[in-house]
């Protein structure tokens, strides 16, 4: 299994830019899709992107699409969410998650998930 753990939070003012960070351990990290997602307080959990095994394929949702962009580093066990252009919308607490099978938008289909970092946008 997997361990995740987030960082790169922060409170930044509308417009601006973060990276967040989400490191693997405790087993082959090139095994397992990553995804991360964000939920904001009294919401559901949601989909925001995607990135495939090999980092090759990523997928976002519409409301981060041409915005946030995903990536991961399997040499350092690392997988990135660069999020630009950031409105008091995408505040949250942001997670990544891994999965050996499943690399879809669905939360509840991944099995390992850090403890979220939370992202504040102030208008």
């Known amino acids: 299994q997997v361990q995740l753990v987030e960082s790169g939070g922060g409170l930044v003012q509308a417009g601006g830019s973060l990276r967040l960070s989400c490191a693997a351990s405790g087993d082959t990290f090139s095994r397992y899709a990553m995804g991360w997602f964000r939920q904001a307080p009294g919401k559901e959990r949601e989909f925001v992107a995607r990135?495939?095994?090999?980092?090759?394929?990523?997928n976002y949702a519409d409301s981060v699409k041409g915005r946030f962009t995903g990536s991961r580093d399997n040499a350092k066990n690392m997988v990135y969410l660069q999020m630009n252009s950031l409105k008091p919308e995408d505040t949250a607490v942001y997670y990544c998650a891994a999965d050996l099978r499943y690399s879809g938008n669905y939360y509840r289909l991944y099995t390992y998930w850090g403890q979220g970092t939370q992202v504040t946008v102030s208008s």
């Open positions: 990135i495939s095994w090999r980092g090759d394929s990523t």
